[in-house]
Structures are given as C-alpha cells and as structure tokens.
C-alpha cells in the first residue's frame, strides 16, 4: 500500500510541477506512534499486541482519520493510509489533514469485554498525540460506534473531562451524527449509479456485485438495490454467494446477523458462477474468496468497478496482488 501511496504521489508531483522539496515533505509522515497494547484476556492469559497512529500532515488542521483492527495491520499500511487521508481532505477543501491507526488484531477472536479492555489500552497509549485539536479519530475495519464510544471516555478520563469531540463515527446519544454509519455506502452507490447515467446504462438493467459485505458493502447493497440495480452477488471473508436472478438482501441479513457471514446462505446461495466455474466453499481463507471474486468480475466484463476502501493487500495465497475480503468494491 505505502509503495502505491508513494507512487501516486510522484506522478501527481510531477503533473502538477511541485519542488522536489515538496515532495519530500509530503512523502513523509509528521509522526509516527507505535504503542504496545497488553491485554488480559477473559481467561486470565496476557496477550500483547501492537498499535500504531500515524499523522502525514497537519498542515490544514487537526489530522483526521480511522482506527482499524484487523490481521496483519503494520506501520507501512498505516503511513499510507494516512496519507490518503491527507489527499481526501484536501481534495474536498476540507480543513484536516491525513491520518490513520490501527491494532493488528483480529477483533472476531475478541469477547465484547476484551474488545473494550484492548480499545481502551490502545487510547491510552495515543491519547498524548490525539485530541480534538491535534488528531480525531474515527471507525474504519474492525471498529465501530461502540469503539469510538469506549476511545471517547477512555480519552476523556486523561482530561478529566468528558470530550466529546476526540472522536467521530460515536453513537447518537455521545453526539454523534446522523446518518454518518451509512455515508460511505450512500456515497459509493451514488457515485455508481451516476457513472452508470454516464455510460447510458440504466440501473434496472444493471447487475452488481459486491465484494466485502460488511458495514458499508451491505447498505451499498441495499442503495443500489433501491434504484433498480440487480445484486446478484456479495462476497466476504468466508465465502461468496451468486443468484443470477438477484439476491434477497432482506434474506441474507437476517443470515449474516445469525451466522456472521453470507456464506452457506440457502437463500441465495447456487453452485455454479456466471463463468461457469464452482463458487468458493466458505472458507477461513480471505483471499480466497476475495480473488474469486475479483477474476470474476473482469471476466463478466463489468462496465464499472467502484472501490470504496484504500489500498491493496499481497494475495497469501495466490502470491499476487488482490483486494483485502472487506474492502467493497462495487461492480455494475
């Protein structure tokens, strides 16, 4: 991710004839905070864990950007990601610069108690670079309202105060806002059904496909499908499900919300994909269903693919790149 971050950055330079001064300075990070993140788990053992925040720039303001949880998340990831953020705000004149954190962590082997135990060490040992006029943090992979939540008080118990605006993505009734858990999926199927409006394709005769069907994959679903836009497949961690005739969305939620993942959904589920090849079993393997779907897609030669995450992750297993499994991408 950080090599693609640099490289974007080196063509945008060079297209827009900035001082290679300039670029060193925008090619770094302002800081950079790794922090060990001890945690006791229910059972009494200790486990440790690494956190990271990285804030690119703060030239506009106070940096801004996600904490994920998630395997495998190290200090490259993390310098891109805050990167990105820097290019995003400032693209849409907003006055915050880039930044981004993470635990490397895999927040489903996590009971609810633990998952607070590690927020709140992990708030802990950020809280002197974070604040609402230094560094907000928000949700991303792995984390949530109620994350946000417990990183709010856990912040706010080292100012002696409560303060609200240390975080965003926080429930309503903390001050958050509304309609915030549902605006990156209501921006990613508004976008792709404009682009759709631009290739002349109408969205009751479009398909899509979405891989990642998460916190913003699943409402992208159901926005798309609310315009006439036929979901005929929807892929996560442990496998994928095709129904060539549409999903029912209704259906699979209730399925996710019982059994934590689309796969083995009876509902929706076929055995056989558009390219005639079998669908992936449900699976531990996230790249697997996630390369599955992406050589699928190229081969239905979609008219239209519309990422709403960052980055690129190595394929384990197939060694070369692909989309991490909760990374939405939509294709119509």
Sequence with gaps: ALDDARTQLAEAVTALGYPDGLHRILGAARRETTVSVPLVRDNGDVEVFTGYRVQHSIARGPAKGGIRYSVGVDLDEVRALA??????????DIPYGGAKGGVDVDPLTLSTAELERLTRTYTQGIAPVIGPDNDIPAPDIGTDEQTMAWMMDAYSATRGRSVPGSVT?????L????GRRTS?????????????KRLGIESVSATAAIQGYGKVGADAADYLADAGVRV???????GAVYNSAGLDLRNLRVHVAEHGTVAACALALLSRAPTGRPLPRPTTSSSRAASWLSRTSSQTQAAWLCRTSNGFRHNRVTGGPCLRWNEDWTIA
């Design 184 to 196: 990156t999926s209501r921006g990613v199927a508004h976008i792709a059904l404009l682009a759709l």
């Design 232 to 238: 005929i497949a929807v892929s996560d961690r442990f």
């Design 169 to 173: 993505g926080k429930p309503l009734d």
């Design 175 to 178: 001050g958050g806002s509304l």
């Design 83 to 92: 990167m990105w953020m820097t290019w995003k705000c400032a693209l849409l």
